[in-house]
């Protein structure tokens, strides 16, 4: 083997490395096992998913502090708390995420739809299930191009689904799971490829954009008490 074909093997097998890190990150980053393998309320809406990934993060305030952040998500709402050059980069459109709690958002009931994009996408998020302070689950059907999304032989559905569990007096787990079903294979495929490493970066500053904003608020609160 020349030098040459000894670089690009090299360089092959430090990609594929890398991928494999990031692909186990974008499934896990934050969760442990035992959450992972923890049955919960929303499971069945997808009872056999062809993908799933758990991320979670502890926040030092109560469930009610942080439950406000949480229902007032979406496009031109709250936003999603991910890193704002994520949403330069990926989603131009969107304004920047919201940095205080906004009142005209916090009625959040069972059968709301939440928008994920411009209205003439027609994307969105339904809520499913809602126990305040404690759980949100949100599913979708609806992040397909138009073109595809009456084809039969095309299917991806999914749900979000955060669930807070108070820890102690002072701090609350927060753990946001994913599930969802995608047909046929080639989409599964490119999915596994592409987005699941990339919910790394975008799980994973979903859940420290909100644990940030929530401790933020929550120490302005405190010191105003004196």
Known sequence: ???SAGRAAFSGIMTSLAWGVLYGLGRTWGSTRG?????????ELVPHPSFSSDHATNITATPEE??????QMGWHRGGFYT????????FPGNAPSADTILPE????EVGDRIPDGAPETNCFYQVEILEPNKMVILRSWTHLPPQ??????????????FYLDQISDTETRLLFRVRGVLEP?????????LIIPADFVMGRSLCLGLKQRVEKQRSLQVHARG
């Open 105 to 108: 958002y916090q009625d959040l």
């Open 66 to 71: 942080v439950w406000p952040w949480l229902v």
């Open 35 to 43: 959450e992972r393998r923890r049955h919960l309320p929303g499971d």
């Open 1 to 3: 083997m020349n030098v």
């Open 83 to 90: 890193y704002r050059w994520v949403d330069r980069l990926l």
């Open 148 to 161: 595809v999304r009456n084809n039969p032989h095309v299917r991806m559905e999914w749900t979000w689904a």
């Open 185 to 193: 294979w080639w989409l599964l495929a490119l999915y596994n490829l």
